[in-house]
């Protein structure tokens, strides 16, 4: 049942060599993959990799970074992707004041349009959020206002409290290799704080390897080691931990499970 609940297999790293990554992955357990698109340009490559694989299956979406390139895409084009019967999830999306790619304000416009399409369709929002809690926050509330819609904060990082936030608003959370780092022992004490239903684990690759793999290009097979980490914090074994992330990723993502 061990998912890795996100992935770009068609990034620079792994996509050279895309059969061998999976095979890798496969040999060490991992059942699924989520993988994630995060511009328009990348929809048909990223389904096509689903169409070939059963057990890849496909996210559209427009990543904060390229929201100024894609201010104009509009609903539809996104809802018609939306369609495709590999494509289970809506992002990634949300908002980066980190690095400050694109406007704040298209950002947080490009935010809205996932939320509304995610609404209408009930595929859950994959939500990159980094130096902007307060604001993801606010929206995720007055958008929860207008009615539900499934959701999870991807690659968590953020503090306690806006993970507390969200859980309350009903989203999961999914932790990538990051927890394993030395430095972070906030990250660590939220990870076993997450209740056993919300949580789901990543790679991010090719990005965030974890321990004992920092310094090269991650890949899905490393989402096992992140998984046995976060099991010993919780004080429960892999297989557990893997069965329980497993079924939650097919609850939240109920497209992958028909």
């Not at 999976?22 to 989520?34: D, I, P, T």
């Not at 009903?170 to 290799?177: M, N, R, Y």
Request: glycine share 6%.
């Amino acid at each position: 049942m061990l998912v890795d609940s996100h992935c770009h297999l068609n990034y620079a790293g792994l996509v050279e060599q895309q059969d061998e990554v999976l095979r890798r992955a496969r040999e060490r357990g991992v059942r699924g993959f989520l993988n994630i698109s995060t511009r328009q340009s990348e929809w048909d490559a990223v389904v096509a990799v689903a169409e070939r694989e059963p057990d890849v299956w496909a996210s559209v979406g427009i990543h904060p970074h390229e929201a100024d390139k894609h201010a104009d895409l509009g609903r539809e084009a996104l809802l018609k992707a939306t369609k495709h019967p590999r494509v289970i999830g809506i992002g990634e999306t949300g908002l980066d004041y980190y690095y400050d790619h694109s406007d704040r304000q298209v950002q947080q416009a490009l935010f809205r349009m996932h939320i509304d399409v995610c609404r209408e369709t009930q595929l859950p929002l994959i939500i990159h959020t980094r130096d902007a809690e307060d604001d993801t926050l606010a929206i995720l509330r007055e958008e929860a206002g207008k009615d539900a819609f499934p959701a999870l904060i991807h690659c968590f990082t953020a503090s306690q409290p806006f993970g507390e936030a969200v859980l309350e608003l009903g989203l999961s959370i999914s932790l990538s290799g990051i927890v394993t780092f030395k430095n972070a022992k906030d990250l660590q004490d939220t990870a076993k704080a997450i209740p056993e239903n919300r949580l789901l684990v990543e790679t991010d690759s090719p990005f965030l390897a974890p321990i004992p793999h920092r310094g090269k290009t991650c890949e899905p097979a490393f989402v096992s080691d992140t998984l046995a980490f976060v099991a010993n914090l919780r004080g429960v074994s892999p297989e557990t931990l893997a069965e329980q992330t497993g079924h939650n990723f097919h609850t939240l993502f109920t497209k992958a499970a028909a």
